[in-house]
């Protein structure tokens, strides 16, 4: 008699379930202006933007969440482009800068990720200023020549971290700040202005303004055109009427001559 072969089924991990604060979408809205640079020769042209700042924060007994977004008009981008989180550990005392993946920031060069790193840092020290900062690791993308790294370190440094290589892989860079204290909450101004909902109108009264100013200079261009084709055409008359007059003149002097 044989007997069935007893085997114990398959445990199936459970799924790793996404955090309660993953998806959170932007709850609260401010307009940016990226102020036109001077051409470069890595990104091209640098003209005048807006762009759409968006926020969400949410607060617990064992965690907080900030995550920043810039939204740009007409672009569809990645999920993890244009993202800065700040997480918060009440139980170990210390923040997390996210994504993962390390920040990513469309259009470059327009000082968009410095005035991110600011503004996290100015929204972690107003309740957090002695918590630990979470070593960060760089993305090697970064850094794929010497400008690049230089660029990034630049960024990094004026906002208050440091630059090291990781003790375990001499190729791995890490961001490092002690405390969160030692953030800085400043940003290049001349590159990126945080308008208000009065400066947004303000902006638009006075576009409207320029709009209409070149409106009536249009019309006026428009008028003296039309003023300056009637007169051509009348002069093309009499300068035709002449002609005809003059060629008149001379077969009548050829007729009376041949007489």
Not at 111 to 128: P, Y
């Amino acid at each position: 008699m044989e007997t069935p072969d007893q085997e114990s089924p398959a445990v199936e991990a459970a799924p790793h379930e996404p955090h309660p604060w993953a998806s959170l979408p932007p709850e609260r809205f401010q307009l940016l202006r990226l102020m036109p640079q001077p051409a470069d020769r890595r990104v091209g042209a640098r003209p005048l933007r807006f762009v759409q700042l968006g926020l969400v924060e949410r607060h617990g007994e064992e965690e907080s969440l900030l995550r920043l977004t810039v939204q740009i008009p007409g672009q569809l981008l990645h999920r993890e482009v244009n993202v800065l989180e700040v997480w918060v550990d009440h139980r170990l005392g210390e923040i997390r800068l996210g994504p993962e993946r390390g920040l990513q920031v469309e259009p470059e060069e327009r000082g968009l990720g410095r005035f991110l790193l600011a503004r996290a840092a100015a929204w972690a020290r107003l309740r957090w200023n002695h918590y630990r900062v979470q070593d960060l690791p760089l993305a090697r993308r970064d850094a794929l020549d010497e400008d690049s790294r230089k660029r990034r370190d630049h960024v990094l440094s004026a906002q208050g971290f440091t630059v090291e290589t990781a003790a375990d892989d001499e190729r791995q860079q890490l961001c490092r700040a002690a405390r969160v204290s030692q953030l800085r909450e400043d940003w290049n101004a001349d590159k990126v202005q945080l308008l208000s909902l009065l400066d947004g109108a303000t902006l638009l009264e006075q576009c409207d303004r320029v709009i209409d100013e070149r409106d009536a200079s249009l019309r006026q261009l428009e008028d003296r055109i039309a003023l300056y084709r009637r007169d051509d055409i009348s002069l093309r008359f009499a300068i035709g009427c002449l002609a005809v007059f003059c060629l008149f003149q001379a077969a009548l002097l050829i007729w009376m001559a041949l007489r």
